[in-house]
């Protein structure tokens, strides 16, 4: 673990960021400003400290860092703030990967439309992974609602991408369409349409068409009820006398199914509440 100069070494001693989930404190008000950009990067990045011994309070001193970048609108931190998106993607045992899901969009909201070209190019890097490339889409929807002038580019961001539904995860395309229903994107509906036409939503996530008119205010009410997904493939059928020390062991695609759904839920829980608040 590095070293830290007051003011930024109080971050340190602040403590569970979980009592101050929706009211940040007030971090330029503990002294901290646009010089203590740099030290506050090298906090927020800090591998050890997020690491730490998770009952100490250094552990959360790297959100509190990312949470005061935000409050600075510090411009130098998109880059170095956003590898963090891939760098601890496989990080679940520190418990960080949760919090940069749920609290980037909130930080890249505060530093605004500077970091609508790193995050689009984010975006479109097929080598970064699903839930990664899911926290750049959820920071551009973001500063599209913080900052109304940016919101048509955040659009036409968001749906470029899903343009792309053929090639697309269809997780992928799920929260594509998820983030349009959040911007209120009506225009692009027949884009929206098109890739659940072709078969290339995840419809756990997303819901199916008729949902998503719903959302977006083209029709009241569905017309049928839901039929089952065709991408929830049923699970591999092993013999009924089959057993693994005297139970019956599960096959390695409904272990894969549910690893899978266990992600697609945690993610999935922020949309549902945007739905909720909707209503």
């Given at each position: 673990?590095?070293?830290?100069?007051?003011?930024?070494?109080?971050?340190?001693?602040?403590?569970d960021c979980g009592e101050t989930t929706q009211k940040w404190p007030d971090y330029p008000a503990l002294g901290i400003g646009p010089e203590h950009v740099p030290d506050l990067i090298r906090l927020a990045t800090d591998r050890e400290l997020i690491w730490a011994d998770l009952e100490g309070l250094?552990?959360?001193a790297p959100i509190h860092a990312w949470r005061a970048?935000?409050?600075?609108?510090?411009?130098?931190?998109?880059?170095?703030?956003?590898?963090?998106?891939?760098?601890?993607?496989?990080?679940?045992?520190?418990?960080?990967?949760?919090?940069?899901?749920?609290?980037m969009p909130e930080v890249y909201g505060l530093i605004g439309p500077a970091a609508?070209?790193?995050?689009?190019?984010?975006?479109?890097?097929?080598?970064?992974?699903?839930?990664?490339?899911?926290?750049?889409?959820?920071?551009?929807?973001?500063?599209?609602?913080?900052?109304?002038?940016?919101?048509a580019e955040c659009v036409a961001i968001l749906t470029r991408q899903l343009e792309q539904f053929d090639k697309n995860d269809p997780?992928?395309?799920?929260?594509?369409?998820?983030?349009?229903?959040?911007?209120?994107?009506?225009?692009?509906?027949?884009?929206i349409e098109r890739a659940f036409v072709g078969g290339r939503v995840d419809e756990f996530?997303?819901?199916?068409?008729?949902?998503?008119?719903?959302e977006l205010g083209l029709k009241v009410a569905r017309d049928r009820p839901r039929r089952p997904s065709p991408l929830i493939a049923p699970p591999e059928v092993l013999p009924d006398d089959f057993v693994e020390n005297g139970h019956a062991r599960p096959s390695s695609q409904e272990r894969k199914a549910k690893k899978v759904k266990r992600k697609q839920a945690k993610l999935s829980r922020k949309l549902n509440r945007k739905k909720r608040k909707r209503k």
């Open positions: 673990m590095g070293e830290y100069s007051p003011p930024v070494d109080q971050l340190l001693t602040l403590g250094e552990v959360w970048l935000g409050q600075l609108r510090a411009e130098a931190a998109i880059e170095p703030l956003m590898r963090l998106f891939h760098e601890l993607e496989d990080d679940e045992l520190s418990g960080s990967y949760d919090w940069i899901m749920e609290e609508i070209p790193a995050l689009t190019a984010y975006l479109a890097d097929e080598s970064h992974g699903l839930y990664p490339r899911t926290t750049a889409l959820n920071c551009l929807e973001k500063i599209g609602k913080e900052h109304p002038d940016t919101r997780e992928l395309n799920a929260f594509l369409i998820g983030s349009l229903i959040g911007l209120k994107a009506v225009e692009v509906a027949s884009v996530i997303a819901g199916d068409w008729e949902d998503v008119q719903v």
